[in-house]
T-cell receptor, first 116, second 111 residues
Framework: EADIYQTPRYLVIGTGKKITLECSQT?????MYWYQQDPGMELHLIHY???????EKGDLSSESTVSRIRTEHFPLTLESARPSHTSQYLC???????????????FGSGTQLSVL | LAKTTQPISMDSYEGQEVNITCSHN???????ITWYQQFPSQGPRFIIQ?????VTNEVASLFIPADRKSSTLSLPRVSLSDTAVYYC????????????WGLGTSLAVNP
């Protein structure tokens, strides 16, 4: 089983608050991702990282930021939460192996964020 | 846009075999086919992956015809706990590829 953890599991917060969603993995994976998913909808990539000090924006425009100071840790921060940020946030990791190998993602259980 | 097309939903009963077919007409030579399972309020979980012909593991089988324009995930003797959304993705190898997720197939297993 994958060892990737997200906290908190659920978060209800008021508009304008700063929040940080935590994601940690103990598998030593270099690649890490943040996805956003609304109920019954697709996963949308919002941020990814290929390793320490590497961060990139994904395909979905997001007002969040990420950092990757340690291999195992990839937190996502919202400076000022708004009701439009209400969604499920999923963190994933993947080993960065040979270029000819396929991608296999390991996901955390997600953080369900509600902004009032 | 997702690179794959699959039914939005399917219904089945406990003990039946379920086959979910995914179309990927524009699959590239170096693309792999990967299936994930997602339960409500959870992250997706890798099920199976293949390139051609047939792949089987302890959870499912994946059938890929010679032209690779479609693939079929086969779940033997489903149980209520197999109720989930199943995603079919195609993507090439390489470090700069990002998976594109569609809506998946919502499978409901009834008693």
């Amino acid at each position: 089983e994958a060892d990737i953890y997200q906290t908190p599991r659920y978060l209800v917060i008021g508009t304008g608050k700063k929040i940080t969603l935590e994601c940690s993995q103990t598998m030593g994976h270099d690649k890490m991702y943040w996805y956003q998913q609304d109920p019954g909808m697709e996963l949308h990539l919002i941020h990814y990282s290929y390793g320490v000090n590497s961060t990139e924006k994904g395909d979905l425009s997001s007002e969040s930021t990420v950092s990757r100071i340690r291999t195992e840790h990839f937190p996502l921060t919202l400076e000022s939460a708004r009701p439009s940020h209400t969604s499920q946030y999923l963190c994933a990791s993947s080993p960065l192996d040979r270029a000819d190998e396929f991608e296999k993602l390991f996901f955390g259980s997600g953080t369900q964020l509600s902004v009032l | 846009l997702a690179k794959t097309t699959q039914p939005i939903s399917m219904d089945s009963y406990e003990g039946q075999e379920v086959n979910i077919t995914c179309s990927h007409n524009n699959i590239a030579t170096n693309d792999y086919i990967t299936w994930y399972q997602q339960f409500p309020s959870q992250g997706p979980r890798f099920i199976i992956q293949g390139y051609k012909t047939k792949v089987t593991n302890e959870v499912a089988s994946l059938f890929i015809p010679a032209d690779r324009k479609s693939s079929t995930l086969s779940l033997p003797r489903v149980s209520l706990s197999d109720t989930a959304v199943y995603y079919c993705l195609v993507e090439g190898a390489g470090n700069n590829r990002k998976l594109i997720w569609g809506l998946g197939t919502s499978l409901a297993v009834n008693p």
